[in-house]
């Protein structure tokens, strides 16, 4: 069965660090989402692409956060310098277009910063 | 943008009884829900999901219901077992953005 694919699993890194997650989504699909969830909350969007551009990234912090999606299909998301309330989990999700079609989710990444 | 409440937080339910987990969203435009459920340590997994043209829709022991006018949708789960205790995240599309409710965290007790 097809599945979004999110590296590392668990990641700790120091404050004032680059840190960097990759994700690689269901082959076919156009849509990637990159969501934040801090514990005991719903994932919060933080950028959006279709295909190569990006559609969405009104809540991405872009004075340290960066996504790129360069040839339409897997998808980095660094930070540079992390803080400590980015410990969260970062979780990625594709979908084949928009509108009515399921988003997958990966298993995500859970960064701890220290 | 689009702005998604979810109630109640917690819900704890005997084994066997039903749950019921409920939505309001804010954007009239929406025109997609669907309902995620998330174990610990994983990612979220679709459940069930309904489109604005429909009011229920039920699969097995789940079942949603959607409410346009009121801009509310309900999430239904009858017979409840120890497995179906889980956080359950409610969500609604408005254009190509997808936007989550805060979870409810459910408990079956046996």
């Known amino acids: 069965e097809a599945e979004v694919a999110q590296s590392p699993r668990y990641k700790i890194t120091e404050k004032s660090q680059a840190v960097a997650f990759w994700c690689d989504p269901i082959?076919?699909?156009?849509?990637l989402y990159w969501y934040r969830q801090i514990l005991g909350q719903g994932p919060e969007l933080l950028v959006q692409?279709?295909?190569?551009?990006?559609?969405?990234d009104s809540q991405l912090p872009k004075d340290r956060f960066s996504a790129e999606r360069l040839k339409g299909v897997d998808s980095t998301l660094k930070i540079q310098p992390a803080e400590l309330g980015d410990s969260a989990m970062y979780l990625c999700?594709?979908?084949?277009?928009?509108?009515?079609?399921?988003?997958?989710f990966g298993q995500g990444t859970r960064l701890t910063v220290v | 943008g689009e702005n998604v409440e979810q109630h109640p937080s917690t819900l704890s339910v005997q084994e066997g009884d039903s749950a019921v987990i409920k939505c309001t969203y804010s954007d009239s435009a929406s025109n997609y829900f669907p309902w995620y459920k998330q174990e610990l340590g994983k990612g979220p997994q679709l459940i069930i999901d309904i489109r604005s043209n429909v009011g229920e829709k039920k699969d097995q022991r789940i079942a949603v219901t959607l409410n346009k006018t009121a801009k509310h949708f309900s999430l239904h789960i009858t017979e409840t077992q120890p497995e179906d205790s889980a956080v359950y995240f409610c969500a609604a599309r408005v254009g190509e953005a997808l936007n989550f409710g805060k979870g409810t965290s459910l408990l079956v007790t046996p």
């Open positions: 692409f279709q295909d190569e551009s990006v559609v969405d």
């Open positions: 999700a594709s979908s084949f277009r928009g509108g009515y079609t399921e988003a997958f």
């Open positions: 082959s076919g699909h156009a849509t």
